[in-house]
Nanobody
């Protein structure tokens, strides 16, 4: 599975950004997809996760109500719509894929990782 993330940038607090992740590979549809972030001096943390087959997505408490994860199954794309951004959302964001459940992804991270894209939120 290959993952290519894009869409980061600089935005003012209260603004919005949409991150995109293009997934490819023979087994991509079997994976759960997620977005993780790592802020300077902090550990990497899961932001959101979703299954290609549908079902309820997972969101970290810090982004609930502000971020939305979605998929475009026909084009193997995963999106993270980020609204009402806060300075504390500043981080490098990566998309990831993992076989198994979303709970497994939450605990162990991804089997496959895309390159990071930097999101900077100014106050």
């Amino acid at each position: 599975v290959q993952l290519q993330a894009s869409g980061g940038g600089l935005v003012q607090a209260g603004g919005s950004l949409r991150l995109s992740c293009a997934a490819s590979g023979r087994t991509v549809s079997r994976n759960r997809m997620g977005w993780f972030r790592q802020a300077p001096g902090k550990e990497r943390a899961i932001v959101a996760a979703i299954s290609w087959s549908g079902g309820s997505p997972y969101y970290a408490d810090s982004v609930k109500g502000r971020f939305t994860i979605s998929t475009d199954n026909a084009n193997s794309m995963v999106y993270l719509q980020m609204d009402n951004l806060k300075p504390e959302d500043t981080a490098v964001y990566c998309c990831a894929a993992r076989t198994g459940s979303i709970e497994v992804m939450r605990k162990w991270g991804g089997d496959y990782w895309g390159q990071g894209t930097l999101v900077t939120v100014s106050s």
